[in-house]
């Protein structure tokens, strides 16, 4: 009997967050390479980047009635394997300009993905009458987690970024066999037309407070995402393995965060746990940037993988809480925003480290992490005000 007939609608959720992380997160221990094979500074490289951020914004504002009408079973089948292969092809990009014409179709590709699962996480959830998301996206990060392994094995045992890239398309068209054959879309929260977002939403003076609070997270952990090998090879030469390694960890430490991340909160409060992150993030950012060894420095991103885990999740809840508007709307303008800031920050950073040095571009976070100190107290706007008046 094949294992997909035996899952619960969470756990082929589960599953389809790892599979896609998977298939998205194996060219990241290899970037230092792709880069080498280029003969291009990080600057370069980083502009070549955000053709993936470009593709994945598209998609989140144009492609939700397209994926409704094609049916979330059969776009999310497809679209997992075709990641693989998007991502397969464009570490053969010869220079910059190809990498990001290469990368817009799985930069729409990932944003048809997030729109999918996001909204198949919540259904699921109102269905089982219990929270999933924040589990949702830490077997996210334990796919990413996976992925790093897997690609600093890759390095270590010598296979190019091309044959690599290439194996993961058959290993994760497997995997959707194995986990998700039997997905059937759960149904839709019953809603009104007034909870729908619009294509754009307009932040409040409120939500900015909240964007605010997680712009250090989001920037750091795109960047610990998109750098840390680059970092680890430019900062202390080591090998392609210890570089991907540090992906790893990176991922395993966010995903870890994440599945203790909902009691916590339970236990003390969103702005508690939000504050406390947040001194963690501080700590593994002055380590990044001021590292003596690898060590040290992988510890550093150990730290802010904790640190920046759930800086999102909380913000999200807490827009969805607020009053003033409709939860739908003030969850889209606090995603764009925040979203935003993730995909587009971390390439352009390439640039800051071909100036300036790749440890100066994870400097740039210690003021934000101040900031979102100061504005962690928006938090209460949400989760622990409710909790409280209970």
């Not at 980047?49 to 593709?55: H, K, N, S, Y």
């Not at 091309?162 to 997905?183: E, G, T």
């Not at 019953?190 to 729908?196: L, S, W």
Request: proline share 7%; charged share 10%; hydrophobic share 55%.
């Amino acid at each position: 009997m094949p294992f997909g007939l035996t899952m619960t609608a969470p756990r082929r959720v589960f599953a389809a967050f790892a599979i896609y992380s998977f298939a998205l997160g194996n060219i990241f221990p290899r970037l230092g390479q792709v880069q080498e094979a280029m003969g291009v500074e990080t600057g370069a490289l980083g502009l070549g980047l955000i053709g993936a951020p470009v593709g994945t914004l598209i998609a989140l504002t144009l492609a939700p009635p397209y994926l409704e009408r094609i049916g979330f079973r059969r776009a999310l089948m497809s679209a997992i394997p075709l990641l693989a292969m998007w991502y397969a092809i464009a570490v053969h990009a010869p220079s910059p300009l190809e990498l990001f014409v290469l990368l817009l179709p799985a930069g729409l590709t990932i944003g048809c993905i997030e729109i999918m699962l996001n909204l198949e996480a919540d259904r699921v959830e109102h269905q089982a009458g219990y929270r999933i998301m924040n589990r949702s996206h830490g077997f996210w990060s334990a796919g990413f987690f996976c992925a790093g392994l897997f690609g600093a094995g890759m390095a270590g045992i010598g296979l190019s970024p091309q044959v690599h890239l290439a194996l993961i398309v058959p290993v994760s068209a497997v995997l959707i066999v194995l986990f998700l054959r039997d997905f059937q879309p759960a149904p839709a929260r019953p809603t009104t037309a007034a909870d729908h977002a619009p294509k754009f939403a307009a932040p409040t003076g409120p939500i900015m407070v909240l964007v605010a609070f997680t712009l250090s997270a989001m920037l750091l952990e795109g960047a610990s995402i998109d750098w840390s090998a680059i970092y680890m090879r430019d900062a202390f030469a080591v090998t392609p393995f210890t570089a991907g390694i540090t992906v790893a960890v990176f991922a395993f430490c966010h995903a870890t965060a994440r599945f203790f991340a909902d009691g916590m909160v339970d236990k003390t409060s969103p702005t508690l746990v939000a504050q406390v992150q947040l001194w963690i993030l501080l700590a593994g950012c002055l380590l990044v940037t001021f590292a003596p060894s690898a060590v040290v420095a992988m510890f550093g991103f150990a730290l802010m993988g904790v640190g920046s885990a759930t800086m999102f999740p909380l913000a999200m809840s807490a827009a969805a809480q607020r009053t003033d508007r409709p939860a739908a709307v003030n969850v889209a303008a606090l995603a764009q925003f925040s979203f935003m800031i993730f995909l587009l920050a971390p390439p352009l950073l390439g640039f800051v480290a071909e100036h300036f040095g790749i440890r100066t571009s994870f400097g740039i976070g210690i003021p934000l992490i101040i900031v979102s100190l100061l504005t962690a107290g928006s938090l209460r706007t949400g989760g622990e005000l409710r909790r409280r008046a209970a």
